[in-house]
Nanobody
């Protein structure tokens, strides 16, 4: 069992940076996929970034490539999402997620892979 707790939601101006974090507690040794998803009003939840821990392979949604960076602090069991050059369309509730063993990195891209979810943290980008 894992428990995920996001923190670091807030408001930021267009072009600014933000870094929400996700603390993971429980049996973390078998985590293979760690990811960030977001849900904006009137849209479906979408995968923003993920990492496959056995190989450290990462995935990014096209619209955030070059602006967002997913990372993890293994010693502290914390996952981060560094967001730079923020745009109004990045406004959403951001959720972190984790899964147990998975065979390939591609599995980390899909929402259905994930067994464990945080409660979400709101990030608002305003001009």
């Amino acid at each position: 069992q894992l428990q995920l707790l996001e923190s670091g939601g807030g408001s930021v101006q267009v072009g600014g940076s933000w870094r929400p974090s996700c603390a993971i507690a429980g049996h973390t040794v078998n985590i293979n996929c760690m990811g960030w998803f977001r849900l904006a009003p009137w849209k479906e939840r979408e995968g923003v970034a993920s990492i496959y821990t056995p190989s450290n392979s990462t995935y990014y949604l096209n619209s955030v490539k070059g602006r967002f960076t997913i990372s993890q602090d293994n010693a502290k069991n914390i996952m981060y999402l560094r967001m730079d050059s923020l745009k109004p369309e990045d406004t959403a509730t951001y959720y972190c997620a984790a899964s147990g063993p998975r065979g390939v990195a591609a599995e980390c891209v899909t929402e259905n892979t994930y067994n464990y979810w945080g409660q979400g943290t709101q990030v608002t980008v305003s001009s």
